[in-house]
């Protein structure tokens, strides 16, 4: 069954280096075409003008497909574990990898969706992304708790837990500038 999961830590690792590439990228290529302050832009707004856009677009969508792969790998993993020694019920496995793929589309909505053009459904996407891989995120480091010391060392799942809080933590502030976005947004068209 685990047979064409040997060697796919790759995968991880992929996700998180060519979104970081993303990221630069698209932030190096906005700076010098002129079209951001260099001085912290917003994410999405270093996709907004060709040619970071496409750039943006591309990278973004098959980071969205890289999650997907490591949250289905991820997921398989943990039936295997659970069905040698009982540590959770499935569903709860189930329910994480749902929320997570609906995170991945979200991240594609944002991919595709750009700030300026239709900034309703670039935010929508942004915060089913974010807020469905923070819950997928909480999850996980739950399902690692649970499997512990099976299958996880407690380091490691303090580890996830630290990262689960600081990802939660961060939903805060993210709605607090979400609705400053919509209202300015409001305004403006007024």
Wanted: proline content about 5%.
């Amino acid at each position: 069954m685990l047979c064409f999961l040997k060697g796919m830590a790759f995968v991880p690792f992929l996700l998180v280096t060519w979104s970081s590439a993303a990221f630069i990228i698209s932030y190096v290529v906005a700076v010098l075409s002129g079209h951001v302050n260099p001085f912290l832009p917003y994410i999405s707004d270093t996709g907004t003008t060709p040619p970071e856009s496409g750039i943006f677009g591309f990278m973004i969508n098959f980071s969205a497909f890289l999650g997907a792969a490591t949250m289905y790998t991820r997921y398989k993993i943990v039936e295997k574990q659970n069905q040698t020694c009982y540590f959770s019920t499935p569903v709860f496995n189930l329910v994480s990898l749902v929320l997570g793929l609906v995170g991945c589309i979200g991240m594609g909505i944002v991919a595709n969706f750009q700030e300026l053009a239709v900034p309703v459904v670039h935010d929508g996407g942004a915060l089913l992304a974010f807020v469905c891989g923070v819950v997928y995120t909480l999850l996980q480091s739950i399902i690692s708790y649970k499997s512990c010391p099976q299958w996880n060392s407690v380091l490691t799942c303090h580890i996830r837990m630290a990262i689960s809080a600081v990802s939660c933590a961060a939903v805060i502030p993210s709605f607090y500038w979400a609705v400053g976005s919509f209202q300015m947004l409001a305004l403006a068209s007024y």
